[in-house]
């Protein structure tokens, strides 16, 4: 037997049929940064400064087009030097769509005769700055000599990180495998947020005399909470978003003051249920939505001041765009429900089913999906199926083993990273098992699941597997009822996110790993679920996992009639799919190698 149908033998023991091998070298980008804590969205000073070619100017002197990237520089630290043809390039790129460019050099040392030589050879045509008494970069808060910040009209914020992931200490590839900046360019123009906001910029770190960039006077409406409700409430918050009111206007905001107060003090928004990191822990968490503490400060503050200052209109953001269809690139395929559901204006709806047909005539690698309801607000969540071709659709699992793509509020969609992709088999079926929540009207619901068709066959092929315990026995009136399930791992795992489920009785959830040593170590901890948001928790690095360790997945359920969600407080519970019954599962995205034919 080959080595790579031994694993899989050995794999099935657990993944059923998932083959996870020995870590594997991804090759690493810049990390990703939470946008908060990188003032993204705040509105820059409008900082003066003085060209090389003796013009004083302001920011705002330059932003006459759509907006403006800041681009720190250097012509000795050997990544800037790496980046000096890319900066060139970039100017034109830039110019083309209306995006203006200013190049500050933010080291003392370097002098003028070097820096005009490093203009000439690269020939940058961009305002250059020679930002010796750094003033400049202290204003904009820069970090290294490779750092970008993508300023809109208004000098928001929009995107403040690398270029892109070609260069780095240590490591250089021939040629990027995402462009951060000309991705966030392009959301710009859309009047869409950009899809990665935020990441480390490897180069020479800046040693800055102060944050001088801090705001002057007190917290306004339009300069800053405008700004904070719209990179992380407005998603939701707006007209037609999936939240119940919308919070783009002041007037909106003020009627709401109290219950954004309550809502952010006890940490229910933005959704986000992972232990706080501890102080100067990295954090390590892709997607995390929880507010920095500088945005939640100001927030807070504006909240409970007595006057609310609006401030001046000059200083709001520019409003979002918001597509009504597709938030991934355009679908090579879109299957939909064959049928609509009716929801009623009230009661509990059980799980609903739906299956699709493919139609697909051979293997298909998808690098993009999205489900799209028909109407968001009455779907609490979906959990879509493979079924593979044959299969009867009746016997479709409970959502215990696996999923393939699945639907949360505010998140339908999943593009993976470049060389990863999920497998469409030929002849397969999808099956969906949909959480319907009336919303005081009745409508008719019939969603959508698009598909992007990879163009190559990946690198690496993502799947999602789950640590399940299904004899659970959660007695009356248990407030603390901990059940746990430990599984070994038979093979080297590398995991990319975590998403737990319980119901409505779940109350916390703990992932670990004993290692084969003893050691253990926590992978998340979620000390307050709700079962109102399936989060997925998705990590910056794969975690590895070698063979032979254990993972423990551990549920704490509130059966008493202290949970308010509690349908029964006398009942048994056991496991089973409507929401009055139970589940522990514990689901582990992990990906593999593409077995290449020879």
């Known amino acids: 037997m080959s080595r790579s149908l031994a694993a899989l033998a050995i794999a099935a023991l657990f993944f059923k049929g998932v083959e996870v091998v020995a870590q594997t070298a991804v090759p690493e980008g810049p990390s990703l940064v939470r946008a908060g804590d990188a003032g993204v969205g705040r509105q820059l000073p409008d900082a003066e400064f003085r060209t090389i070619d003796g013009r004083t100017l302001k920011l705002s002197d330059l932003l006459k087009g759509r907006g403006m990237v800041v681009a720190m520089t250097s012509t000795t630290c050997p990544v800037s030097k790496r980046y000096s043809d890319t900066l060139s390039a970039l100017q034109k790129k830039l110019s083309a ?118 705001l002057a006077g007190g917290v306004t409406y339009h300069r800053d909470i405008a700004r904070i409700l719209q990179q992380n409430c407005i998603q939701c918050h707006r007209p037609k978003g999936i939240a119940p009111f919308s919070l783009e206007s002041i007037d909106a905001v003020k009627d709401r003051a ?17 232990a706080p990191i501890l102080a100067g822990a990295e954090n390590p968490w892709a997607n995390d939505r929880s507010l920095s503490p500088r945005d939640k400060a100001d927030l807070l503050a504006w909240v409970e001041s007595a006057d609310r200052p609006v401030g001046d209109f000059a200083d709001a953001p520019a409003p979002l765009l918001f597509s009504e269809d597709w938030s991934i690139p355009k679908p090579d395929l879109v299957l939909q429900l064959p049928k609509p559901f009716s929801i009623p204006a009230q009661g509990v709806i059980p799980y609903q089913w739906a299956y699709l047909e493919t139609g697909l005539s051979e293997d298909e690698w998808v690098e993009a999906v999205e489900i799209l309801p028909s109407e968001r607000d009455v779907v609490h969540h979906v959990i879509v199926q493979l079924l593979p071709k044959g299969a009867d659709a009746k016997k479709a699992g409970d959502g215990g083993e696996s999923f393939w793509a699945a639907y949360v509020p505010g998140n339908g969609a999943r593009i993976f990273p470049k060389g990863f992709a999920r497998r469409l088999p030929a002849g397969s079926k999808l099956a969906f098992q949909i959480h319907y929540t009336p919303k005081g009207r009745p409508v008719q619901e019939q969603m959508r699941i698009g598909l992007v068709f990879a ?114 407080p006398s009942k048994l519970v056991k496991w089973g799919p409507q929401t009055y019954d139970e589940m522990l599962i514990g689901y582990l995205e992990v990906f593999s190698p593409v077995q290449t034919k020879p």
């Open 258 to 274: 109290k219950t954004i107060r309550r809502v952010v003090e006890q940490g229910h928004m933005p959704p986000w249920f992972a």
């Open 455 to 568: 163009k190559e066959p990946p690198a690496f092929e993502s799947k999602v597997v789950g640590i399940q315990k299904r004899d659970l026995a959660i007695p009356p009136n248990a407030a603390n009822h901990v059940e746990t399930r430990d599984q070994r791992v038979p093979l080297d795992l590398n995991i990319t996110s975590f998403m737990p489920h319980m119901h409505v009785r779940g109350k916390a959830f703990r992932y670990e790993v004993i290692y084969a040593d003893g050691r253990s170590e926590t992978l998340l901890d979620i000390p307050h679920y709700d079962f109102n948001w399936q989060l997925s928790y998705d990590l910056k690095q794969p975690k590895f996992i070698p063979k032979g360790s254990h993972v423990r997945v551990t549920a704490v359920f509130d059966n008493s009639s202290e949970n308010k969600a509690n349908p029964d």
């Open 97 to 214: 769509k209306q995006i203006e460019l200013l190049l500050v050099n933010p080291f003392p040392s370097e002098n003028s005769g070097e820096i005009a030589s490093f203009i000439e050879a690269h020939h940058l045509a961009a305002p250059y700055v020679n930002d010796s008494g750094l003033a400049l970069a202290t204003a904009l808060r820069a970090s290294s000599t490779t750092e970008v910040m993508l300023l809109d009209s208004n000098r928001t914020l929009v995107y403040r990180g690398a270029i892109d992931d070609q260069f780095g200490l240590g490591y250089h590839l021939s040629a990027p495998r995402n462009s951060y900046l000309l991705d966030a360019v392009d959301a710009l123009l859309a009047g869409h947020l950009p899809r990665i906001a935020a990441t480390e910029a490897p180069g020479c770190e800046l040693d800055l005399p102060g944050d001088k960039g801090a």
